[in-house]
T-cell receptor
Framework: DSGVTQTPKHLITATGQRVTLRCSPRSGDLSVYWYQQSLDQGLQFLIQYYNGEERAKGNILERFSAQQFPDLHSELNLSSLELGDSALYFC??????????????FGPGTRLLVL | GESVGLHLPTLSVQEGDNSIINCAYSNSASDYFIWYKQESGKGPQFIIDIRSNMDKRQGQRVTVLLNKTVKHLSLQIAATQPGDSAVYFCAEASGYSTLTFGKGTMLLVSP
């Protein structure tokens, strides 16, 4: 158990809908990262938040957005869902106290199926 | 469970053998490297990391070797066990950049 929690574990929805995925980082970790993992793309970095502020952006679609709250939990919002958005979505966290790269600890993921 | 990727390189070994999983990276400025293990249906699990000022680092039954000259990283698992069966990812980062993950290698351990 990494200490990172994600809810829900599974999510089934329809095209055009909007969903929210939730992540709670390990106690004391300030940075949260979101990744998408699909069968043909591997692990793709979406976005990073550090202490409430967006720090880095990866291959995140405009239909997707995220935020990190004062208690450091984070939410990833996916809207106007398409079939191709079906994937595993992982959250990871790290202390990021020194600013440089540190080990990221991953949650168990949310499996999203868009029908 | 489900596989995490199609057409992954696969390494098949017998229980008790030593396994070596290789990873080539492209960014010569990368200075931090991590190996993750991902079992079916689970999130990536940290195994071991290494910074560019080191060539070798050992953990419990695992060793990571870094060859910066040829931009190559390897993970050695001693006395491989069936529980080691998983997909293994290497990841790299430079400076303050985020991690970039490789495509992964599937390790299959036969009893």
């Amino acid at each position: 158990d990494s200490g990172v929690t994600q809810t829900p574990k599974h999510l089934i929805t329809a095209t055009g809908q909007r969903v929210t995925l939730r992540c709670s980082p390990r106690s004391g970790d300030l940075s949260v990262y979101w990744y998408q993992q699909s069968l043909d793309q591997g692990l793709q970095f979406l976005i990073q938040y550090y202490n409430g502020e967006e720090r880095a952006k990866g291959n995140i679609l405009e239909r997707f957005s995220a935020q990190q709250f004062p208690d450091l939990h984070s939410e990833l919002n996916l809207s106007s869902l398409e079939l191709g958005d079906s994937a595993l979505y992982f959250c990871a966290s790290s202390p990021q106290r020194g600013g440089f790269q540190e080990t990221q600890y991953f949650g168990p993921g949310t499996r999203l199926l868009v029908l | 469970g489900e596989s995490v990727g199609l057409h992954l390189p696969t390494l098949s070994v017998q229980e008790g053998d030593n396994s070596i999983i290789n990873c080539a990276y492209s960014n010569s400025a990368s200075d931090y490297f991590i190996w993750y293990k991902q079992e079916s249906g689970k999130g990536p699990q940290f195994i071991i990391d290494i910074r560019s000022n080191m060539d070798k680092r050992q953990g419990q039954r695992v060793t990571v070797l870094l060859n910066k000259t040829v931009k190559h990283l390897s993970l050695q698992i001693a006395a491989t066990q069936p529980g080691d069966s998983a997909v293994y990812f290497c990841a790299e980062a430079s400076g303050y950049s985020t991690l970039t993950f490789g495509k992964g290698t599937m390790l299959l351990v036969s009893p």
